[in-house]
């Protein structure tokens, strides 16, 4: 089973690590369009303006209630005022420029009476107070354009680090709760933002198929237990919960083939200019569900891994019996079912669930880096810790004991043969787990990576600010 994970991260890893290291680019510069600043010295503007408009069309929209001031020419800083807001001059060097406040308050001061007439309000982030005060006298209209290409040690050049806008396409109520980014409200595109269509179908495929040897080879392994319960005493018995565990997370992912993105993804609607995202958040009920038993028995196999280990030490080391462990089996279930499910209630309460769109389920830590360290780092890296000391503490016991105490050669073969199958079983689990484990620190050194390049191919795409180049 863990070789699943294994094979499934490591493609993943592979294909974004080529993929997406690219390089930088500059903020994008486009035309600009507006019937208002055709005339303007400057003819490049940026999206979003300084008013967090996405395009020029919603800043068009926006500007209409102004053309009659402008017309009537109530004052002749306010056009160059309002395309300095709503079509701001972008630069070769990627900066964006602000009007100074004195233009501000003259077109206020010379408009307002009118605007009042008309039943149009100057707008709270128009309010003069929020625009830089120059120190020269302010030039009229056609000096006023011309500044605004000032060198960098200009005071009315402003140098804007913008970070990550959410896109209009993936906004999402508020009421939801989702996040992408760090920005609320906002959430990851469907499909995958890190796959092509045909590696997302190859990875699709490859997941259904390897689900379904894992469940078949789980379910096999229950089966057998269940026909001759006796054949699996302490300190083997845990080996079957832990295949129950992973016949589980098996089948969800079977599942969750089966349903695509159907789950992990909200649906697209093109009339509210918004595209498919990822789910987030307890309020899809398919989803909430996928997530509990998956992260629920993903969280169990590993603690039963755990238990495993502390069987064969008490076997090992204090020398007990199958009856004398048996006896603590419901501390061991208390623990093995307690934790994951105290956890799984943790998360569900802080609405950390995440739809993959890759596999269709739904999981912890996909985009949410923290979650994915503290919920699933830390308690993988824990058991694999807890488990290798046991199980080498075991080993040295045994062997000792081999060496040390005369035995009967079919004794001596038993102790061996226990002793071969503690290993095997031990490297099948951990070389697979200890990969996973590199692959969750590897992703967490490159996510940031990731993230901004997806952010410079996608930014002309969805009109948000691109991120300035960095040496």
Partial sequence: MAVFWVLLLLYAFTVIHLDLIEGHSMFACEPVNLRMCQDLP?????????LNHYDQQTAALAMEPFHPMVNLQCS?????????????????????????????????????????????????????????????SYPRPIDLISSLHATEESPISVQRDYGFWCPRELKI????????????????????????????????????????????ATLFTFLTFLIDVTRF?????????????????????????????????????PGSYRAATVTQGSHNKACTL??????????????????????????????????????????????AWGIPGTLTVILLAMNKIE???????????????DALRYFVLAPLCLDVLVGMSLLLAGIVSLNRVRIEIPLEKENQDKLVKFMIRIGVFSVLYLLPLIVVIGCYFYEQS????????????????????????VE
């Fill in 42 to 50: 400057y003819n490049t503007t940026f999206m979003p303006n300084l």
């Fill in 76 to 136: 002749a800083d306010l056009r160059p005022f309002l395309c300095a807001l709503y079509a701001p001059v972008c630069t070769e060097y990627g900066r964006v420029s602000l009007p100074c406040r004195r233009l501000c308050q003259r077109a206020h001061s010379d408009c307002h009476t009118l605007m009042e007439m008309f039943g149009v309000p100057w707008p709270e982030e128009m309010d003069c107070s929020r625009f830089p005060d120059c120190d020269e």
């Fill in 173 to 216: 109520e508020p009421d939801l709760g989702y996040s992408f980014l760090g920005m609320r409200d906002c959430s990851p595109p469907c499909p995958n933002m890190y796959f092509r269509q045909e590696e997302l179908s190859f990875a699709r495929y490859f997941i259904g198929v390897i689900s379904i040897l894992c469940l078949s």
């Fill in 233 to 269: 005493p302490y300190p083997e018995r845990p080996i079957i919960f832990y295949a129950v565990c992973y016949m589980m997370v098996s089948l969800v992912f079977f599942i969750g083939f089966l349903l695509e993105d159907k789950v992990a993804c909200n649906t697209a609607s």
């Fill in 290 to 335: 996928l997530f509990m038993v998956l992260y629920f028995f993903t969280m169990a196999g590993s603690v039963w891994w755990v238990i495993l280990t502390i069987t064969w030490f008490l076997a090992a080391v204090p020398k007990w019996g199958s009856e004398a462990i048996e006896k603590k089996a419901l501390l061991f279930h208390a623990c």
């Fill in 355 to 369: 739809g993959d769109n890759v596999s269709g389920v739904c999981f912890v830590g996909l985009y949410d880096v």
């Fill in 446 to 469: 490159y996510r940031p990576v990731w993230e901004n390049t997806w952010v410079q191919e996608r930014c002309r795409e969805y009109h948000i600010p691109c991120p300035s180049q």
